[in-house]
């Protein structure tokens, strides 16, 4: 090999180290920290609640609790505040601070059975209904030998139509 050469050679060498580490200090440089949030939840009496909705509130990034009510988030910032909802309970907002445990308890959130009506496409408060309700109890029902809910409700309901069919082609294709 020439001098000359090994002097490219070697200049080579010292510039693709240095590209090196340029790149590894500007992807450190860069980079962001990211926190850990971790903890259960639990009702007031203490038993875990598995299917809770956990979100860092004002993002998307959020999780679900596990069978023992734990559960685990990462963020870019130290302190969070963390919305705990789950069907039935209070939701709640809890501040929290990145490495330290968080034990939330949810209360439940009753609703009056009267207060609310079952309508075919969802629910409603029984003040905002205008058409009429009709109602049939459990105990009228307790002695009936029914074998589906519709025999049970037929000639029990104002404006309700039971229709069967018998017809071959309403069946389910295989």
Do not use: H
């Not at 679900?64 to 963020?75: E, V």
């Not at 030998?145 to 104002?158: C, D, F, K, M, N």
């Amino acid at each position: 090999m020439y001098p000359d050469c090994q002097k490219i050679s070697a200049l080579k060498s010292r510039m693709i180290l240095l590209t090196g580490l340029l790149w590894l200090s500007v992807t450190t440089l860069f980079a962001q920290n990211t926190y850990q949030y971790s903890g259960t939840v639990t009702d007031t009496k203490g038993e875990t609640l598995p299917g809770v909705n956990v979100l860092i509130k004002g993002t998307v990034n959020g999780t679900a609790t596990d069978m023992q009510g734990a559960f685990k988030l990462t963020s870019s910032r130290q302190k969070e505040t963390l919305v705990f909802s789950f069907i039935g309970c209070v939701t709640q907002e809890i501040q929290a601070t990145a490495g330290v445990p968080v034990k939330a308890v949810l209360a439940s959130s009753t609703v009056g059975l009267s207060e609310v009506v079952v309508i075919g496409y969802g629910t409603q408060k029984r003040t905002s209904v205008t058409s009429a309700i009709s109602q049939v109890k459990g105990k009228d029902l307790e002695y009936m030998p029914i074998v589906r809910i519709e025999q049970a409700l037929q000639g029990r309901t104002t404006g309700v139509t039971i229709a069967s069919s018998s017809d071959s082609r309403a069946l389910p294709q295989r």
